[in-house]
């Protein structure tokens, strides 16, 4: 919507370049697999499990799964912060310092590297704009992980270093509306 009409633009003042010199260049080795969550929702059958974890994901909200950069960049311990993009861009423009990359598309699967993610630590999952780290974040959500995505994705932190996807408000098409 932000880029139907500049009435609904709630881009603009949420993009900074503030973290640009926060970043890393440097590859950061996954941990060893681990144990899959244990997830209780007092049901047996697959499809009842399933049902419970989404229905609890949508009463909780996305706030409940939502997060911000300051709250990441002035505390990066507390997170397992995965970067998820190619890894070519996950090195050039860089990252947050300490995250991981997971490729889309070939991470994030038995597998592959699901198993390597904490299942006693917060992971803050970010993309370019937020909109594929929420889906993902759900996913893990959905699978037990204590997962957050980070509003706006690298947008909020470094938008002009971005390769692609980053905000501008040339975005805004000024179509009509009633």
Sequence with gaps: MTSWHSDFDSWSGNVSTYYASFLENTENTK???GELPEINTGFENGEDILDS???GMIAAGFGAYAIN?????DNPDNYYIVNYWPNSEYLNPGHIP???N???????TLATDLKTLPTDKTIVVYCYTGQTSAFITAYLGTLGYDAKSLKFG???MFHGDLPKSNWTTDNIKEYAYE
């Design 31 to 33: 941990p060893e697999e």
């Design 98 to 100: 300490g995250a991981y």
């Design 154 to 156: 690298a947008n909020s």
């Design 69 to 73: 950069a300051t709250m990441v960049t």
């Design 53 to 55: 974890r989404i229905d």
């Design 102 to 108: 997971y490729v889309p598309g070939q991470s994030l």
